[in-house]
């Protein structure tokens, strides 16, 4: 005989496992115990040696869907002779370490019986079990325990009581477990706020077959959902929502309805049916059966399959797919508390399909798509935090505040990073106000306060002012592309130096200037800047991003001088506003200079005749993308030279290139496939110097234009043939989305090195 204590860290909490590990003693015999500590689960086993690999073997493979094992460790213990096995009451400095689960959706043990009219649970909407349910949006305090959830005010029946208590069951210690008689209710209300009679699923379902939208309340806030296949329906709602192109995403039964508008691989489907339920970016079928007003002029469309039981009845049988869109007026956060819905939608919703279960943290839907055969998150939030991402070593604490665009903040505990939910814009006093929710939030759910504070160098980024108006504790500001930089090593736990090439739309640069298309020599500490985009103006700052013919103009006046081409993209200008776009570049007035990745983007889609207007920043630049041809692979020629030790990239050589082929009629994908390749060859050649110069064989490939699968796709591939190691991001965001956690991991390495300012 032998004894073994079996320490485990990771998700192994609120999620089935010690019932799975009573379960698996049970079957192989092992005598000893199980229990939660401040670190995950520890268990003491003792049975024959074989017996105790096999057990040690299961534990790994065949863990609960929802655990995820960090770290295993077992020592050697006399053994005791003891028989039998138990599961012992958690320790009372339980959890400090141990990590909240992720919200999951509904297993298939649970849908079976949401669908078995023997089931005591048939129908009832809220059923969830260890394998599954609401976890990171309902919990309101550590340990995870019902009392500190909001299931906290719904005291368990006897019959739920029995299945919490039992080992043997799925619902043993399932926090959200509940039933009709003891659990959650739904309810269906009217704009008004008047109680609709009636089955509030079966109006519900009623309202939305008449074209009527209807709010639904769902794990991290409120969709607004509009039958997807109605084409007023949908238009309404881009009207009452005040939303012109951007594309709304859709939720529909299953893999089989899913095919009938868009194409998924198997790859894609594996992505669309795992437990974080991401919306996933497919391409639309060439006969799309939704209304083209879900995702106008858009060759992809945004699908999610259900993830809450409430999904799966509402989509049961009466449609296609429905539009489930985050509840909010334009750019601020998605709603999630009851009230809150009742008066900023009131002029949104026909009705509220809603319940009595509140949402404590809101998240709103993760989006993803595939990139070769790895996802690609865009937006990290429900499903995915709050999930740790492991750092090469404990650091101290640091609070990361991110960027003023898609923001998400950071925050690290010892060796792991935990980044929030996707928190929106930081434009507007609602998303303010989420933002410093999330930050206590964060704080109180891990028990740990921060040592130092890392913000972007951007002085009037609202985090960066909240940052620094903190006062009380020691600040660090980390470049906005070192904190891509660090951010893609520290996902691809790459601890040495590496070529990062950063590309995005703007970033406060280390010399004040604006930032965009980079080439970085650096480490997770310090990076030099080794190369860059040609400087061009931006005509009327901000506005270019949304208007893609100023930077049309822009690039055209640097690469042909006062002679600017007249191009299809400057019809619909305004004469006007030309002319003075115009003179404002020719006096340098209200145009800084920038060395940007993306808006090269959008001065190329508006050339191209792709669009000379933009509803959301990089649009142009994603339709750019939709329309390349793939077979078209010859670059257009480039400029590179090294001026004082720095490689410029100029694209000047490039837009005359791109000029000249509409001369000579060539079609526009065939051109816009072109341009992805020009880029792909000029960021190989400046690799190329790159590593000759400095012994750099690695590539960071960061920012928000490598959200482009495409762009990535050819960039890996020259690079790979050429021998570099390519790291690319995978479940943190390239975009702004991201960066907080570079900057968590620069500040955690400088301070403990003592630098701080
Ligand atoms: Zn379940
Ligand atoms: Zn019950
Ligand atoms: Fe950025």
Partial sequence: MRRQRISIEGIVQGVGFRPFVFQLAARLQVAGWVRNDSRGVTIEAEAETPVLAAFAAALQAEKPPLAVIVRLDSRELPATGACGFAILESRADQTARAQIPADAAVCSDCLAELFDPADRRYRYP????TNCGPRFTIVTGIPYDRPQ?????????????????????????????????CGPRLNLVAADGRNLPGDPLAEAVCLLRAGAIVAVKGLGGYHLAVDAANPDAVRELRRRKRRDEKPFAVMTADVDSTEQFALASQDEVRLLQGVERPIVLLE?????????????????VGVMLPYTPLHHLLLEKDFLALVMTSANLSDEPIVYLDDEARSCLADVADAFLTHDRPIHTRADDSVARMLGDRALLLRRSRGYVPRAIALPGDQPPVLAVGAELKNAVCLTRGDRAFMSQHLGDLQNVEAHAAFTTALRQLGELLETTPAVVAHDLHPDYLPTRYALEQGTLPTLGVQHHHAHLASCLAENGWTG?????????????ADGTLWGGEFLAGDCRVFERAGHFRYVPLPGGDLAARQPWRMALSFLREAYGGDVPVLSCFTGVPAEEFNLVRQALDKGLNAPLASSCGRLFDAVAAILGVRNAASFEGQAAMELEMLADRSATSPYPFGLKMEEGVLVFDPRPLVRALVESIGTGEDPPRSAGR?????????????????????????ALSGGVFQNALLTTLVRERLERAGFKVLTHSLVPPNDGGIALGQ?????????EGIRN
């Fill in 126 to 129: 809220f059923i969830n079990c």
């Fill in 149 to 181: 959830t909001t299931m906290a005010g719904f005291p368990m029946c006897p019959a739920c009581l029995t299945e919490y208590h039992d080992p043997a069951s799925r619902r043993f210690h399932a926090q959200p477990n509940a039933c009709a008689v």
């Fill in 284 to 300: 639309k079928q060439a006969d799309f059966l939704l209304a083209e007003e879900v995702a106008p002029r858009n060759r992809t």
């Fill in 497 to 509: 130096s590496a070529i990062g090439v950063i590309f995005d739309g703007l970033g406060y640069g």
């Fill in 675 to 699: 341009f992805h390749a020009t880029l792909a060859e000029m960021v190989r050649q400046t690799c190329l110097v790159l590593r000759a110069r400095r012994g750099l064989n690695t590539v």
């Fill in 744 to 752: 968590a991991v620069v500040a955690g390495r400088l301070a403990d």
